[in-house]
Antibody
């Protein structure tokens, strides 16, 4: 059974940093692209970032480009999202998602971790 | 950026009825469109990918169709558990984008 467990969310002041992690199990992690998708309260879904199976290709939404960095450790079956220069508008539930035959098909999701940016 | 527009915004139907949800893209996404079901307090669930392929474990009551700019998610024989928000999403070009969602209420 595929399991994705996010951690690292919490309350941070504007301008601060957080590092989200997603621990994966139940599949051959190194064979699949991974993504982070977020949902602000009362808003829709936003695909924030993605990383290829090898880690060689990364993708970012314009809203986070230059501030967020996605990375993965295939030896530890984990994917990370380093979030710097956080803004109030980054407040959201962040979901880790497993790609399918493509990065762009999120076939499994974690339960999400809440990030709150507030002073 | 490709904009996806979903209609209607809300849909209220009775058990056993058929639901038809629409998604229109601002430019062609070929067949690279997915549908997700999202219930409060749960993560989204993939229903349909590449316009018409059901994801693993999804009942045959859920079906998708369309290509280019116009897509449809059809849910037959509605059940109370189908109450949820439904999102379409394109992977034709980065940034991948979602529609704003259709809220389906089962009366």
């Amino acid at each position: 059974e595929v399991q994705l467990l996010e951690s690292g969310g919490g309350l941070v002041q504007p301008g601060g940093s957080l590092r989200l992690s997603c621990a994966a199990s139940g599949f051959t992690f190194s064979s699949y692209a991974m993504s982070w998708v977020r949902q602000a309260s009362g808003k829709g879904l936003e695909w924030v970032s993605g990383v290829s199976d090898s880690g060689g290709y990364t993708y970012y939404a314009d809203s986070v480009k230059g501030r967020f960095t996605i990375s993965r450790d295939n030896s530890k079956n984990t994917v990370h999202l380093q979030m710097n220069s956080l803004r109030a508008e980054d407040t959201a539930v962040y979901y880790c998602a497993k790609g399918s035959t493509s990065l762009g098909i999120a076939e499994a999701w974690g339960q999400g971790t809440l990030v709150t940016v507030s002073s | 950026e490709i904009v996806l527009t979903q209609s209607p915004a809300t849909l209220s139907l009775s058990p056993g009825e058929r639901a038809t949800l629409s998604c229109r893209a601002s430019q062609s996404v070929r067949s690279y469109l997915a549908w997700y079901q999202h219930k409060p307090g749960q993560p989204p669930r993939l229903l349909i990918y590449d316009a018409s392929n059901r994801a693993t474990g999804i009942p045959a009551r859920f079906s998708g169709s369309g290509s280019g700019t116009d897509f449809t998610l059809t849910i037959t024989s509605l059940e109370p558990e189908d109450s949820a928000l439904y999102y379409c999403q394109q992977r034709s070009s980065w940034p991948y984008t979602f529609g704003q969602g259709t809220e389906l209420e089962i009366k």
